[in-house]
């Protein structure tokens, strides 16, 4: 099936640096990636969706310039988080949806990104 | 924009008992949810979902119901197991490419 590498799994960094988040769709393009964070006992939200060569949309109270996404090519899709504070210490994940099949639509996630900033 | 509710945020049950799940959506334009199931760490993996053309879809011990009217849709899980124990997600989208809202999460534990 369609598998989504993510990479780092975890990354602890020190305040005010920055740290790039990738998404790698091995076996099928991904025209477009969905960027989701999770705080601890909560629900996905929605940060930002990728397109290939184009600009992404940012979700409503999503800075970003704090949050630099970008999908240079169809099967890679990167969030840098910038000048990273501790508040930014959450679980992002990427989801590519799956679109190019006939009868198996929905979505693959990445295994997530564990970011801790001290 | 959506907005997906879900109840309970948690819920114990027997094992061997049955559990349900039930969501709300405001944008009648979804037309497709997923319902996911997280363990802690790990990513969502799809357990089921169903498109607003269909009433109801079940798979094995799973079972979802959607009702376009009243905007809401439910998940069943018959003679629940230890391992049905995790975090639970309904999600609701436009098409089955688009953007994704999920709800609040309910935590299911199934007590042996």
């Known amino acids: 099936g369609a598998v989504v590498s993510q990479h780092p799994s975890w990354v602890i960094c020190k305040s005010g640096t920055s740290v790039k988040i990738e998404c790698r769709s091995l076996?099928?393009?991904?025209?477009?990636m969905f960027w989701y964070r999770q705080f601890p006992k909560q629900s996905l939200m929605l940060m930002a969706t990728s397109n290939e060569g184009s600009k992404a949309t940012y979700e409503q109270g999503v800075e970003k310039d704090k949050f630099l996404i970008n999908h240079a090519s169809l099967t890679l899709s990167t969030l840098t988080v910038t000048s990273a504070h501790p508040e930014d210490s959450s679980f992002y994940i990427c989801s590519a949806p799956q679109n190019f099949l006939a009868t198996n639509y929905g979505y693959t996630f990445g295994s997530g990104t564990r970011l801790t900033v001290v | 924009g959506e907005n997906v509710e879900q109840h309970p945020s948690t819920l114990s049950v027997q094992e061997g008992d049955s559990a349900v799940i039930k969501c709300t959506y405001s944008?009648?334009?979804?037309?497709?949810f997923p319902w996911y199931k997280q363990e802690l760490g790990k990513r969502p993996q799809l357990i089921i979902d169903?498109?607003?053309?269909?009433g109801e879809k079940k798979d094995q011990r799973i079972a979802v119901t959607l009702n376009k009217t009243a905007k809401h849709f439910s998940l069943h899980i018959t003679e629940t197991q230890p391992e049905d124990s995790a975090v639970y997600f309904c999600a609701a989208s436009l098409k089955s490419y688009q953007k994704v809202t999920f709800g609040t999460g309910t935590k299911l534990q199934v007590i042996p």
């Open positions: 944008d009648s334009a979804s037309n497709y």
């Open positions: 076996d099928f393009q991904a025209t477009t």
């Open positions: 169903i498109r607003s053309n269909v």
